[in-house]
């Protein structure tokens, strides 16, 4: 029997004999379709060892949307909601000296000291003012995790549209002040959302991305040191991503979970 099936059968049999009917009806879909990854097979194992986390939802009304979007059918797994199974997600509730502290952060900390080096800096900035720039970023590459860029990126309209969305936008500007990479990362209550993260493919060598989100997790740890929220940040999903961006956002301290939606006054998902 190939390695992968065998992996792909034990995912299985953990599944079954945990989940009851919903472990059943994983089993054989994971087993289906993981199994000619074995890597992925082996995350999805890591993930059914995990507890799962509960996080509330609220505020406006881009928070409920945030939440409906979280909670939806899964488009090939209509047993599991689209974004339950594999977050990477990063816990904000360590002390401030603990944010990047250890062995696990020495690649991440030696980056963006030759980051800051270079003369890139980190700040918010209004992106209606910065369309252009946003776009010179966006056309830096036709490929983005080897996938062609979606169009919507690429239109001035639509991305003006996106940019009136509720929620603080961090820059990473090189020393002339040039836009070369950004989020956008709205607090949908215990939680803040990288919902778009972007870099310019020439200056990805100079490490902009490990500034860029070594500073803004740092800068929603202060807000949740002010205010009390977000307790956690999310930067979307890990099975669906390259090794590459699973290698990123683990060096950034992100990791798996099994995650339960709740809307505040709700039910969760």
């Known amino acids: 029997m190939k390695p992968d099936a065998v992996a792909g059968g034990q995912a299985a049999r953990t599944l079954s004999k945990g989940g009851g009917r919903w472990g059943e009806r994983m089993a ?7 199994g000619t990854g074995r890597l992925r097979i082996a995350i999805a194992l890591r993930l059914l060892r995990r507890p799962r986390v509960r996080i509330e939802l609220f505020g406006e009304d881009h928070c409920r949307a945030a939440y409906a979007a979280f909670t939806a059918r899964h488009p090939k797994f209509p047993f599991v909601r689209r974004k339950s199974f594999g977050a990477a997600l990063r816990d904000l509730g360590a002390p401030e000296s603990e944010l ?5 952060f020495e690649l991440l900390r030696r980056k963006v000291r030759r980051t800051r080096r270079l003369g890139y800096q980190v700040r918010l900035f209004e992106p209606l003012d910065a369309l252009e720039a946003i776009l010179r970023v966006h056309m830096s590459s036709k490929l983005r995790q080897g996938r062609a860029i979606r169009p919507e990126y690429l239109d ?8 009136v969305q509720p929620g603080p936008w961090y820059g990473v500007f ?3 002040q040039v836009l070369r990479g950004y989020c956008h990362l709205p607090v949908v209550g215990e939680c803040c959302v990288f919902s778009r993260i972007m870099g310019d493919v020439d200056r990805l060598e100079d490490g902009i ?5 070594h500073d803004a997790v ?5 807000l949740r040191e002010r205010t009390g929220q977000p307790r956690w940040a999310f930067y979307d999903m890990v099975l669906g991503g390259s090794q590459g961006l699973r290698d990123f956002k683990h060096r950034c301290g992100f990791d798996l979970y099994r995650v339960s939606w709740h809307w505040r006054g709700g039910a969760s998902r």
């Open 174 to 176: 090189d020393a002339q």
């Open 156 to 163: 001035h309209g639509k991305l003006a549209a996106y940019c």
């Open 209 to 213: 991305m490990y500034l860029l989100v």
């Open 218 to 222: 740092a800068a929603m740890h202060r």
């Open 100 to 104: 990047f502290a250890g062995p696990r």
């Open 28 to 34: 054989g879909r994971l087993a289906a379709s993981l």
